[in-house]
Every structure is written in structure tokens, then in C-alpha cells.
């Protein structure tokens, strides 16, 4: 079966902390992202991940992917309250014709 | 960057209405676009991917006959949700992908919400 794991689902921290957020998926892919969404509001493109060992970094967020652990990190550093939000990752599975599943998401609220 | 445009943002309406969600890619062309469905405090799940000039797939559990999708173009996906009953109430979100990359990710529309009365 095809899943896509995030932890933790709620996370609430005060500002200038850093904190990972895991996304673990149960087969093979090299295709990961990371997405965010404000409330009421769609999905941003935050980073697209291709290959094991790809490091990709915007800002305060930095995101990894490690295809041999089937396992994606989004660190935050120094968390600001504009970075609370909902953060997906989603797997592109091998052959399933670009179709790609979600976790449920980890909704992230920074304490001032 | 990619742009995706959904229309409308906003549907009111009353039960047993259809409804029609537009979603344009703008700048690109995109053979597949799919559409999601998300509700409350819930991730995206995923109703049927749309393929230009052929008929859709739909995700195990969605009703094809309830959910019309039409991908006539390579700009352009349209979703009827046919004599929606307020258990349809949900953000409705489109996708679409770059026809010419795989490595591209899926750029989402800015969603529908959908209230039925």
C-alpha cells in the first residue's frame, strides 16, 4: 500500500526555535515535495526533491530527502510567526502516471 | 513561475444544483491536471486526473456520474458536481503539471469552496 506519513500533525513552538518535521513514505520514489498552505488558501510549491541526498533550502526552511530511509525533512530554523501554517509533503510513486499522494499535513503554529 | 487559475473562488448555492469549477493553466500547457478535494483541518485527496482529449480517471470511492471532468483543451479542465447536495461542501482544488518536464511540481489553482444549502 502507498502512504505517505507526516510527524507531527500539530506543532506549536515559540519563535526563534528550530524544529524538523518527518515525512516518511512506504516505497520506492525519487520525487518528493513540500508544500504549504495558509488557512483558507491553496497550495504553494515550497521544494521539489529528485534525487537521495538532495538538500534544498529557502530561507529558514531546508528540506532533505533520503530515498535509501524513504524519509524527507523540513527544518525550520529560528522560526518567525509569518512560517505558521500547514506543511505537506507528497511522494510522486513510480508509475502511477504522475499522480502524487499527500500526508495529512503538520499544522504549524509559531508563538510569538 | 506557473500559474494556475481557478474559477470560481466562491460557490453558494442551493441543494440540488450543479455547479461547475473552471481550471486554467495560463502560461503553460498541461496534458494532466487533476482535482482534489480537501475538508476541514484535512489533507488533499485526490478524485480523478484529467487528461486532455480522453476521458478521466477516477480515484476509487468518487462517482464519475456525480463529478463530471471535461479536459478539452491543454489549457483548460472543467469539474460539475451534478445535483450537489450539502455533503458535497468541501474546497474543491485543481492541479495541473508541465507537459514537458516530470521533475516540475503540480501548480495548484487557489481552490473553490463549495457551500451547499
Known amino acids: 500500500e502507498l502512504k505517505v506519513e507526516q510527524n507531527p500533525l500539530f506543532l506549536s513552538m515559540q519563535e526563534g526555535k528550530n524544529y524538523t518535521i518527518y515525512c516518511n513514505y512506504s516505497?520506492?520514489?525519487?520525487?518528493l515535495y513540500w508544500y504549504r498552505q495558509d488557512p483558507g488558501k491553496s497550495l504553494e510549491s515550497l521544494f521539489v526533491?529528485?534525487?537521495?541526498?538532495a538538500v534544498k533550502q529557502e530561507g529558514r526552511l531546508m528540506a532533505s530527502l533520503d530515498t535509501k530511509a524513504r524519509l524527507s525533512t523540513l527544518h525550520i530554523t529560528a522560526a518567525v510567526h509569518d512560517l505558521s501554517a500547514t506543511y505537506f509533503c507528497?511522494?510522486?510513486?513510480?508509475?502511477?502516471?504522475?499522480?502524487?499522494?499527500f500526508g495529512k499535513g503538520t499544522r504549524l503554529h509559531i508563538l510569538p | 513561475g506557473a500559474v494556475v487559475s481557478q474559477h470560481p473562488s466562491r460557490v453558494i448555492c442551493k441543494s440540488g444544483t450543479s455547479v461547475k469549477i473552471e481550471c486554467r493553466s495560463l502560461?503553460?500547457?498541461?496534458?494532466?491536471m487533476f482535482w482534489y478535494r480537501q475538508f476541514p483541518k484535512q489533507s488533499l485527496m485526490l478524485m480523478a486526473t484529467?487528461?486532455?482529449?480522453?476521458?478521466?480517471?477516477?480515484e476509487q470511492g468518487v462517482e464519475k456520474d456525480k463529478f463530471l471532468i471535461n479536459h478539452a483543451s491543454l489549457t483548460l479542465s472543467t469539474l460539475t458536481v451534478t445535483s450537489a447536495h450539502p455533503e458535497d461542501s468541501s474546497f474543491y482544488i485543481c492541479?495541473?503539471?508541465?507537459?514537458?518536464?516530470?521533475?516540475?511540481?503540480?501548480?495548484f489553482g487557489d481552490g473553490t469552496r463549495l457551500s451547499i444549502l
Open positions: 492541479s495541473a503539471k508541465w507537459a514537458g518536464s516530470r521533475n516540475q511540481p503540480q501548480h
Open positions: 516505497t520506492t520514489s525519487d520525487r
Open positions: 526533491l529528485l534525487s537521495n541526498g
Open positions: 507528497a511522494v510522486d510513486f513510480m508509475n502511477r502516471d504522475d499522480k502524487i499522494i
Open positions: 502560461d503553460f500547457q498541461a496534458t494532466t
Open positions: 484529467s487528461n486532455e482529449g480522453s476521458k478521466a480517471t477516477y
